[in-house]
Every structure is written in C-alpha cells, then in structure tokens.
C-alpha cells in the first residue's frame, strides 16, 4: 500500500530553521506532484508548498502561499522517493501540525482536495 511518512519536525526559536522529509513508500512519487499542508489549532488546513513531478518540464514548478513565500523551500530527492521542505525564519504562526500530501497527476495544486495521499503529519513548534 502506499504510505507517506514525515518526520523532522520538533521544537524551535523563533528565528530558527527546520527541515521536514516526506518519505514515500508504495509506488513511485516521481512523476506526481506533492504538497505540503499544515493546520493550527483550532484552524483550518492551510496550503504551505507544493510541486510538480519530475516528468513535467515546464518552469514554475513550486508554489507557495503568501505566508512563507521567500522563507520555505520544496524539493525532492526522486532516488530516495522523498520530498522536503526547508524552513528559515520561523514564527510563532508557523505553529501547526505538518502534512505530507500526493497526487495521482503531475502537478501541484493549493487545494487539500486534490490530493489523494496522505501523511500522519509531523508537528512544528516555535517559541517565541
């Protein structure tokens, strides 16, 4: 069966940096665009990054929301079937539970309902 799994989230400053992995196992994740999501508590699920696979060849491959734009970063290891998404700057507004999420086609999207696959989430917490 397929299975998205993050990891690297914990506990952080404000100002500090964080790297989260979404590793894929299944199926190939290559050729499928992915995201990442993350909701507050109390919040709804709010769109962070996404990007396309691998087999799309056309520029402005990655998005980002507003929020983290310039702060966030998504890429992808296609040999070890993982997707990444480095964090600089953090606040206190990044506070929220992290998920990984998959597509059945190739690019991204910002809305939660077109993805098809998804991780248990990993949480991210800044003091400030």
């Known amino acids: 069966q397929v299975q998205l799994v993050e990891s690297g989230g914990g506990l952080v400053q404000a100002g500090g940096s964080l790297r989260l992995s979404c590793a894929a196992s299944?199926?190939?994740?290559?050729?499928?665009?992915m995201g990442w999501f993350r909701q507050a508590p109390g919040k709804e699920r709010e769109f962070v990054a996404s990007?396309?696979?691998?087999?799309?060849?056309?520029?402005?491959?990655?998005e980002y929301a507003d929020s983290v734009k310039g702060r966030f970063t998504i890429s992808r290891d296609n040999a070890k079937n993982t997707v990444y998404l480095q964090m600089h700057s953090l606040n206190a507004e990044d506070t929220a539970v992290y998920y990984c999420?998959?597509?059945?086609?190739?690019?991204?999207?910002?809305?939660?309902?077109?993805?098809?696959?998804w991780g248990q989430g990993t949480q991210v917490t800044v003091s400030s």
């Open positions: 999420a998959g597509r059945r086609y190739g690019y991204g999207s910002r809305r939660y309902t077109d993805y098809d696959y």
């Open positions: 299944g199926r190939s994740f290559s050729n499928n665009g």
């Open positions: 990007i396309r696979g691998s087999i799309s060849g056309y520029g402005a491959g990655t």
